[in-house]
């Protein structure tokens, strides 16, 4: 797995981000930076505005105002494809994989935005095509074998236990070849073991890659080990940001977030 230089992962810059829905803000002014090559957490009670947050980063939802950037383009008002050629790849709370599908297929799905042989070229078999999938499913198979899932290629997707799902989830987003990595509660479901893989999965993508990684996640434990920075959110607005360490000891994060008085 190569690396991506860190001067070419550029900064994703949230700035007085707000979401209304008919008359509810979901997200009220939220901003933070993420650093290149770091792990930034998105964390909150349920309701705090995390998915809202994740879906405007992602292009699902349109913000009423603010500005999203990504190394200088705006992606406010982009669509999710656009988005996604600009190099920033997600993965979902609920899993959305093609269940029929084998797992090489739903990763080669990945590879989609990176296809340049065309839709006739490639119903036609014509050379340029075959040469150009044969590239792909090589890098399909090495993500996959970074993973830990090369044994389950062949194996359709929805069959698999459900750590091996998120882990196909996770690699499928790899496949994309982003720059901004989003996980969306990358451990929710898993038992003790699935966590630890996968939080020694996510170190490896990092480490391996250089890429920037945006989580989302309830487990605390797992976010302050490999968080860089923190930023937390209640009732759509940013409370906290900052080191693991600081955040822990904020006192509006320990009343709103962990329910506790602090006097």
């Known amino acids: 797995m190569s690396e991506t230089p860190k001067s070419e992962t550029p900064e994703l810059v949230v700035e007085d981000v707000t979401v209304r829905f008919a008359g509810l803000v979901a997200l009220d002014a939220v901003g933070f930076t993420v650093r290149p090559g770091t792990v930034h957490a998105v964390i ?3 309701g705090a505005g995390k ?4 879906n405007v980063l992602s292009g ?5 105002s603010g500005s999203v950037r990504f190394g200088g383009r705006e992606l406010t008002g982009l669509p999710p494809h656009r988005i996604s050629e600009l190099g920033i790849a997600r993965t979902f709370q609920n899993l959305a994989l093609s269940a029929a599908l ?3 297929d739903n990763l080669m799905l990945g590879r989609y935005r990176l296809t340049r042989a065309g839709i006739v070229a490639s119903g036609l078999r014509l050379p340029r095509a075959r040469r150009e999938e044969a590239r792909h499913l090589a890098r399909v198979r090495e993500i996959a074998d970074f993973a830990g899932i090369a044994h389950r290629l062949k194996e359709p997707a929805g069959g698999l236990p459900y750590g091996d799902q998120k882990r196909v989830e996770l690699a499928r987003a790899l496949c994309a070849e982003p ?13 003790a073991t699935e ?8 170190v490896a993508v990092r480490a391996g890659l250089g890429i920037s990684i945006v989580l989302v996640e309830h487990d605390m434990g797992m976010v302050m080990r490999l968080a860089d920075r923190v930023t937390v959110l ?9 080191t693991p360490g600081e955040v822990q000891e904020d006192p509006a994060v320990l009343r709103a977030y962990l329910g506790e008085e602090v006097s």
Do not use: H
């Open 102 to 104: 084998s797992v090489e």
């Open 60 to 64: 699902v939802y349109r913000a009423t």
């Open 44 to 46: 909150g009670p349920n």
């Open 234 to 242: 209640d009732f759509g607005k940013r409370i906290a940001d900052g």
């Open 195 to 202: 966590r630890l893989e996968m939080a020694e999965l996510i």
């Open 51 to 54: 998915s809202t947050c994740f």
């Open 179 to 191: 720059r901004l990595l989003m996980l969306d509660e990358p451990v929710a479901g898993m038992n």
